[in-house]
Nanobody, 134 residues
Framework: QVNVVESGGGTVESGGSLRLSCAAS????????MAWFRQTPGKEREGVAA???????SYADSVKGRFTISRGNAKNTMTLQMNRLRPEDTGTYYC????????????????????????????WGQGTQVTVSP
């Protein structure tokens, strides 16, 4: 069993910044793939950003250039730095982890993270609320 714990979140005005943190533990001999998802009432959970075991990252188009996902110093920790927040970023943010790598596409001599989603992750945190006021 893998335990996933999020921290951070809160309320901020449009244009402001927030940082979310996540720690996964349980299979400490593995480096997990990890990601952030968000969900609002009546909508499906959507992927925001993901980071694989080797540090490769992938972002949803809606957050590119504003959000940064990165590994923490401790194994299987990560942060999501969210800048220039918008009201449409409001939602419950969930951290997810898995012991298997993310799907990859080979192109130009490199393996890039290809389409990923909730089905790629087995372990989830409880969620933390992010509210961006206009």
């Amino acid at each position: 069993q893998v335990n996933v714990v999020e921290s951070g979140g809160g309320t901020v005005e449009s244009g402001g910044s927030l940082r979310l943190s996540c720690a996964a533990s349980g299979h400490d001999d593995s480096t997990y793939s990890m990601a952030w998802f968000r969900q609002t009432p009546g909508k499906e959970r959507e992927g925001v950003a993901a980071i694989d075991y080797d540090g490769s990252v992938s972002y949803a188009d809606s957050v590119k250039g504003r959000f940064t996902i990165s590994r923490g110093n401790a194994k299987n920790t990560m942060t999501l730095q969210m800048n220039r927040l918008r009201p449409e970023d409001t939602g419950t943010y969930y951290c997810a982890a898995d012991t298997t790598p993310l799907p990859r596409t080979f192109s130009g001599g490199y393996y890039y993270i290809s389409t990923w989603g909730a089905a790629d992750f087995d372990y989830w945190g409880q969620g933390t609320q992010v509210t961006v006021s206009p």
